[in-house]
């Protein structure tokens, strides 16, 4: 078979167009619109709470409740602080009377009378959803109705969740719960009605004290990125490889 | 084709297909695979919009101080600066449209969140004046003696 050079040039003309037409698929993005593009934000939403700012007036409590209608005289809450006592014969007790919604007014811990001569140390701990890294809640959920967010928050779509509790039973930290009126799965939002409008959330707002505090993580002129990088911060159940974002200052081995 | 054995197949394969059918309508078209993957944002995207506009009550004292300056500056030369109005007065909500009127906790409960004596010298309570509540004129309301506005008992009958 003969190969003219008419069959040659159109034959090559057709490979060249062929090969040309997926190329024109690639553009160059500027580094924002690659950005965009890979849906990566700015944002990554952190808390940080200074436990020995803490001293259990449970404001931040009383106010979670009462922004977020979570039902005020139900015993479940998004955000609770838990007092810890160690004795001095290495006994701990610790409690959390209504999440701590009325503070801590009374010196029995669980209906006991404890001695102060007998406390080797005693303090707060303020507790919320840790919207880790990696949530162990969103991952059992057998509908999509609990997600997370480009920016790090971990919410549930009450109008898709059935309710199971699977997630509530997957949470290491304790922070989900059932919404006694929606009859869904519910949990801190890092108050995501507030934080995307620029004001800080109910909890940190109430706090006298400056023991909670919201940042943006992948801010490095952020207060809270700057503290989490420099100090000697902790989280609470390293070891289950959740990786939480809200981070402790003065967090001792007892709490759990 | 016309043997028992393939009856329930078309049947099966007429399942699949009206489930597939009614997918399409029950499915919200958002529905889907979001930025953090399968495995963390199989949701619907519009219901992150649905929390983005839940009410704002917590107005913070900025808002309070457009209308109330006088008692802003009242408590800002106090110890109790550091406390929020609405700690104390309640969300404000929509103020002064609604609620009209924001209910003043008074009880002596409010107080001792803060001032009940506890003895952790590890907390930061015991840097705060504390009292025993029961010993403390357990009858009284704190507020008939005590000025929340300026707690300091200078100048006091």
């Known amino acids: ?256 | 084709m016309k043997s028992h054995v393939f009856r329930p197949l078309w049947i099966i394969l007429g399942v699949v297909v009206l489930s597939l059918i009614a997918r399409q309508f029950i499915v919200p078209s958002d529905f889907g695979v979001g930025e953090r993957g399968f495995m963390y944002s199989f949701h619907r995207k519009s219901n992150e919009e649905e929390w983005k506009a839940f009410k704002v009550k917590y107005r913070s004292r900025e808002y309070c101080k457009e209308c109330h300056d006088d008692k802003y500056s009242s408590i800002m030369d106090s110890k109790h600066k550091i406390i929020q109005c609405e700690n104390c007065h309640g969300p404000a909500i929509d103020h002064p449209e609604d609620p009209e009127k924001l209910t003043i906790d008074t009880r002596r409960a409010l107080c001792l969140r803060c001032h009940s004596y506890l003895p952790y010298k590890q907390s930061y309570r015991s840097k705060i004046k504390g009292f025993i509540p029961e010993e403390h004129n357990p009858d009284m309301e704190c507020v008939m003696c005590h000025d929340p506005h300026e707690p300091d008992l200078e100048g006091w009958q």
Not at chain 1, 177 to 185: E, G, N, Q, S
Not at chain 1, 244 to 255: A, F, K, R, S, T
Request: net charge positive; hydrophobic share 35%.
């Open chain 1, 1 to 256: 078979m003969r190969f003219t050079r008419r069959e040659f040039l159109i034959t090559a003309v057709k490979g060249a167009i062929v090969t040309a037409l997926p190329m024109s698929a690639f553009k160059l993005l500027t580094p924002d619109e690659a950005m965009a593009a890979v849906k990566k934000t700015r944002v990554r939403w952190g808390f940080l709470v200074d436990t020995r700012k803490c001293v259990g007036c449970g404001f931040c409590v009383k106010a979670c409740k009462l922004e977020n209608e979570v039902p005020y005289d139900t015993p479940v809450t998004r955000t609770w602080v838990e007092r810890y006592v160690i004795l001095k014969d290495g006994k701990m007790l610790a409690d959390t009377p209504m999440g701590a919604r009325d503070g801590f007014t009374d010196q029995k811990v669980q209906e006991k009378v404890v001695n102060p001569k007998d406390i080797a140390k005693a303090f707060f701990v303020p507790k919320l959803c840790n919207h880790c890294e990696r949530p162990p809640c969103v991952q059992v959920c057998p509908v999509g109705a609990t997600y997370q967010t480009a920016d790090g928050a971990v919410l549930v779509d009450r109008s898709w969740c059935i309710g199971c509790g699977y997630c509530i039973m997957a949470c290491p930290y304790g922070a989900r719960f059932f919404h006694p009126v929606y009859r869904t799965a519910e949990k801190c939002t890092f108050c995501y009605h507030r934080i995307t409008k620029g004001l800080k959330t109910a909890c940190v707002q109430a706090c006298p004290f400056g023991a909670r505090q919201i940042g943006n993580l992948k801010d490095p002129n952020d207060p809270v990125t700057i503290t989490v990088l420099t100090k000697r911060v902790s989280v609470l159940k390293d070891e289950y490889g959740t990786k939480p974002q809200v981070y402790y200052l003065g967090l001792d081995e007892n709490v759990r």
